[in-house]
Structure formats: structure tokens, C-alpha cells
């Protein structure tokens, strides 16, 4: 069920000059683009992760490899031992490298023939495939003979530091072998927590890669109601708005109904008071008034004063509180920055910071208070006219 949004109603309008006017489409065009660029946003990050899992993935298997390694080198041990088997070993690896490295110069002559006769050979498998069946098996083939090929070069590495290690163990006397045996075992438990550490980076880096996907979900959920939305528009809403600073803030009691509007937008979500969810049932007490209003709009303060204090809270994000006179607060709350710093003086109309966003939507909280008694800032904040 789509959202019904509260219209503050609007009967009188004050001449003088307009600061803006409120479009209410072009407001949510605005919203619907800035989500759209969060979702860039999110592809993007989720492809920095995708890239730091798969290099951890190789970390993994690379350690993993040598923790191996060592670990046979460990259980096969012992000082004094027959030089016929490191000699065979050493002559396999030494025939298989040679076979290696044969390959290898084969894929660099086919590398180089392409490149020279600018053929495209994933092109020609494209086009001289039969069907599609056919070419999905030779690219299942290209995958495999690639990774086989890999995998050949990697156990080549891995054996030639397992061949290293059998010799080094020969050249050493008694006691060297000792501390050669127990630096072995160091480094096994060294390469065991390094293991762990990669691990559970890779477990986070797969937990933000999801939430980052769910992220985008929810996102292009509100994309499609606000796009909703506007298509049922007939004819544009404008609301013609006079934020002239041409009152003096010294007196605030005699400022009721014309302070200026703190952003362009008088689209209420959450109106003052009591509300209820009609979801859950549950009552909530709004202190101010939540409008709808494109993230990185301009926030005005509504009355010369100076900022109180600047907090972050959970939710209402970044919040402005400034003291008037007579004993009168503003707040301005949902602030994805804030341009002003405590204790300085503020003027009407001046900008004080940008609107942001919550999990929910993008708006903007504000609050008027009187002591510690709030007011409803409808009552307070001048009008204007629909046209």
C-alpha cells in the first residue's frame, strides 16, 4: 500500500520575495536521482569487495599450500637421512619444471600471435560455435584448461620450496638442524594465525559484499514508489514560498506564523504530536515536524541566534540546536553536514547545513522549543500559496 503524504495546508500568501518555489515532482525526480546514485555508490563498493575476497581467497590457498608444505616437512624429519630420495625428487621436479615452462612459453607464442594478427579469438569462438551448447563447452574447456594450468604452475612453486627445504636440512649439523626443526614449528603457527586473520577479513568482506546487495534492494524498493508516485501526478504542485528575512529575531513571541521555512519542501511524512503506525498499532510523540525533501538540500536557521550545541544521534544523524532569545531552541535534525560550529552566531536565512537521510527515506527533522516545552512549527513558520 503506498504511502499517503501529509500536504501542510496553505491559505495565505505574504508578498515580498521568494526565496524558492516548492516543486513537489521536481523534489522527488531529485530523490529518485540522488538513490540512483546511491546504488552506483553500493555497485561500487561491492565491487572493491568482490575484489579484496578474491584476493584473499588467493592468500588463503597460498598459505594453505605452505602450511602443507611444512607440515610434510615436519612429519618427515629426521637428521642424517639418504640422499637417494632428495635426488630422485629433485630429478622429477627438476623433468616436470622443464614441461612447465614449455607450456608456458606455448600460451606466451599464442599470446603474442594474437596480439600481431589482432584476431579476437573469443570473436571466432563466438561465431564458429553450432550452437549454443557448443560454445558453452568450449568455454567450460578454455575455464578448465586455464585453471589446470594454473594449478600446474602453483604446485611447481610449492614443491621447489619443499626442495629447497629438503636440501637446506641436508647442509646442516646436529644442533642447527634442532633450531631449524623448532623455527619450522614457529612459523607453521605463525602462518596458522595468519590463516585465521585472512579468514575472518574474508567473512567480513562477504558479509559487507551482502549487506551492500540488500542495501540496493531496499533502495530500488523506494525507487519504484517514489516513481509510483510521481506517475500519478496530473498536474505539477507548486508551492510559491516567501523566505524574505524581514523580521527582527530579537522579540521571537511576535514572530508566530512568519518565521521563514527551514527548507524547501513542505511535504510532512511525520506530523507533530501523537502518531500512530497503522502497520503495528504503536503510538510515537514527534517533537517537531518530518518533511520529505531531497537529500543535499540547504538548511536556513529561521531566526538570528547562536548555535548551542552539535550532536550526532543515532538516527537523526547530524543536529543543529540553536538558542534565540527569550528563551527559545531550534533544532535541525537529519543533516548530512552541518556548515556551522558551536558557539557562533547565525543570521536568518543563513545556511546552516544539508539535509541527508535516514534507513526510511530522505528528509529533514525541525523543532521549535519554548523552555522545555515543544511547539508545533506549523503553527510558527509563515505560509504561502499553491498554484
Do not use: C
Amino acid at each position: 500500500m503506498k504511502r499517503f503524504l501529509i500536504i501542510l495546508a496553505v491559505l495565505i500568501f505574504v508578498s515580498g520575495k521568494l526565496f524558492a518555489d516548492f516543486n513537489w515532482l521536481e523534489d522527488k525526480k531529485k530523490q529518485v536521482y540522488n538513490y540512483k546514485r546511491d546504488i552506483e555508490k553500493y555497485e561500487n563498493l561491492i565491487q572493491q569487495r568482490n575484489k579484496i575476497i578474491a584476493d584473499l581467497g588467493f592468500r588463503i590457498k597460498d598459505i594453505n599450500e605452505k602450511i602443507k608444505v611444512i607440515s610434510q616437512l615436519i612429519s618427515n624429519m629426521s637428521y642424517g637421512s639418504s640422499n637417494d630420495d632428495l635426488l630422485k625428487q629433485e630429478a622429477d621436479f627438476i623433468y616436470r619444471k622443464e614441461r612447465i615452462e614449455r607450456l608456458k612459453e606455448e600460451f606466451k607464442k599464442r599470446i603474442i600471435w594474437l596480439y600481431k594478427h589482432g584476431s579476437d579469438y573469443q570473436a571466432q569462438i563466438i561465431f564458429t560455435s553450432e550452437s549454443p551448447s557448443v560454445l558453452y563447452a568450449r568455454l567450460e574447456y578454455l575455464n578448465k584448461l586455464t585453471q589446470s594450468r594454473k594449478s600446474d604452475f602453483d604446485k611447481i612453486k610449492y614443491e621447489e620450496l619443499s626442495l629447497f627445504e629438503k636440501k637446506k636440512i641436508k647442509s646442516l649439523n646436529r644442533d642447527e638442524f634442532k633450531k631449524y626443526f623448532v623455527q619450522k614449528r614457529e612459523d607453521k603457527d605463525l602462518l596458522l594465525k595468519e590463516k585465521i586473520s585472512a579468514e575472518d577479513s574474508l567473512t567480513i568482506a562477504k558479509e559487507d559484499s551482502e549487506n551492500f546487495s540488500k542495501q540496493i534492494e531496499k533502495i530500488k524498493s523506494k525507487i519504484a514508489d517514489l516513481e509510483f508516485s510521481i506517475s500519478q501526478v496530473k498536474k505539477p504542485f507548486v508551492y510559491k514560498i516567501n523566505n524574505a528575512a524581514d523580521y527582527d529575531s530579537r522579540n521571537i513571541d511576535n514572530l508566530k506564523g512568519r518565521l521563514i521555512i527551514p527548507v524547501n519542501s513542505i511535504d510532512i511524512i511525520k506530523d507533530f504530536g501523537r502518531t500512530t503506525n497503522p502497520g503495528t498499532g504503536t503510538i510515537s510523540l514527534n517533537n517537531g515536524i518530518d518533511v520529505s525533501v531531497a537529500e543535499n538540500t540547504e538548511v536556513l536557521s529561521v531566526a538570528d541566534g547562536v548555535v548551542e550545541n552539535i550532536v550526532s544521534i543515532p538516527f537523526y544523524k547530524s543536529v543543529i540546536i540553536v538558542r534565540h532569545g527569550n528563551d527559545y531552541r531550534t533544532v535541525y535534525a537529519i543533516l548530512s553536514k552541518t556548515m556551522v560550529q558551536k558557539g557562533e552566531s547565525v543570521k536568518t536565512g543563513m545556511v546552516i547545513g544539508y539535509t541527508g537521510s535516514t534507513l526510511e527515506n530522505q528528509s529533514f527533522h525541525f523543532e521549535i522549543w519554548k523552555n522545555d516545552s515543544p511547539l508545533d512549527p506549523k503553527q510558527w513558520i509563515r505560509r504561502g500559496v499553491s498554484v
